[in-house]
């Protein structure tokens, strides 16, 4: 009887034991895997990056090549475009559009300058924030309008631009002087055709001595009629750029003929 209960607690015994032995292997053989698991992610992750190294090591050169040929284009392009605009030309005519400030807006305040060039072509054409508080817009004249000043530029980076176009050429005018004293711009007087001084045009009116209108030019040399209402800094540059070309040889044969006169004035 106690040989028989022993032999069924070794059967028991060595039963569990079985199943303990199983269950530390099974317990192991996850942990190796798991770990295994863990270990061929990383490896995994590791080949990866190396394949992506050498592909962007191997990229640079291409990408570079073709970045430099899109900025090769870009900068061609940009080249092609300021080539067909308009020229800065050996004479170029110039007009402003003024606003009234102080008391009663009496005072002259640049609010527009356009420039053209020879072929009449538009060089320059901007809108500029008055330095002062606007007390006249002069709508009716100025055709200028609170809204135009709201995307105008500095004055200063007016007059900068300005005085850079203008550099060594001939400055066509209508009573310029208006407008580079509103510029804070002086010019060599040698490089100034002003329409409203010149004395063979002024021959050509009734009344010589009174310095005539552009609007009057306009309509007596070229047959146009201009300034009906609101002033067009670029049509009035226009036109005194016409005239000045009708009128072209005999004004700078003049010009070559008094070159003391000149020199005088600009010694003023």
């Known amino acids: ?22 269950y530390l292997f099974n317990l192991k053989m996850s942990t ?31 990408a570079n090549k073709w970045k430099k040929a899109r900025q090769e284009i870009d900068k ?60 006249d817009y002069r709508v009716h004249v100025s055709g200028i309008r609170p809204g135009h000043l709201l995307r105008g530029i500095p004055f200063t980076q007016a007059q900068t ?12 005018g209508h009573s310029i002087q208006h407008d580079f004293q509103v510029l804070g711009l002086t010019h060599p007087p040698k ?18 001595k009174k310095t005539p209108s552009l609007k009057l030019l306009a309509h007596h040399l070229l047959g146009v009629q201009i300034q009906q209402g609101e002033h067009d800094s670029v049509m009035d540059a226009k036109i005194a750029l016409r005239i000045y070309l009708q009128y072209q040889n005999n004004w700078e044969k003049k010009n070559s003929k008094n070159p003391s006169k000149t020199k005088k004035k600009k010694s003023k």
């Open 191 to 208: 490089l100034i055709r002003d329409t409203a001084k010149f004395k063979l045009l002024r021959e050509t009116l009734d009344n010589p």
């Open 1 to 22: 009887m106690f040989l028989k209960g022993f032999v069924s607690f070794l059967n028991c015994f060595f039963s569990n034991l079985s199943k303990f032995i199983c």
């Open 32 to 62: 190796n895997w798991a770990e295994l698991r863990k270990e061929l992610k990383e490896v995994r992750k590791e080949v990866v990056h190396k394949q992506n190294s050498k592909k962007r090591k191997g990229m640079p050169g291409e």
């Open 76 to 135: 061609s392009v940009k080249e092609e475009n300021s080539s067909n605009g308009p020229a800065i030309t050996k004479v170029l005519a110039l007009d402003c559009e003024y606003v009234g400030v102080g008391i009663g807006g009496t005072e002259n305040m640049l609010a527009r300058v356009s420039i053209v060039n020879v072929d009449g072509e538009t060089v320059y054409d901007e809108y500029v924030l008055p330095t002062e508080k606007v007390t």
């Open 161 to 172: 631009e300005v005085r850079k176009i203008l550099s060594d050429n001939i400055v066509v």
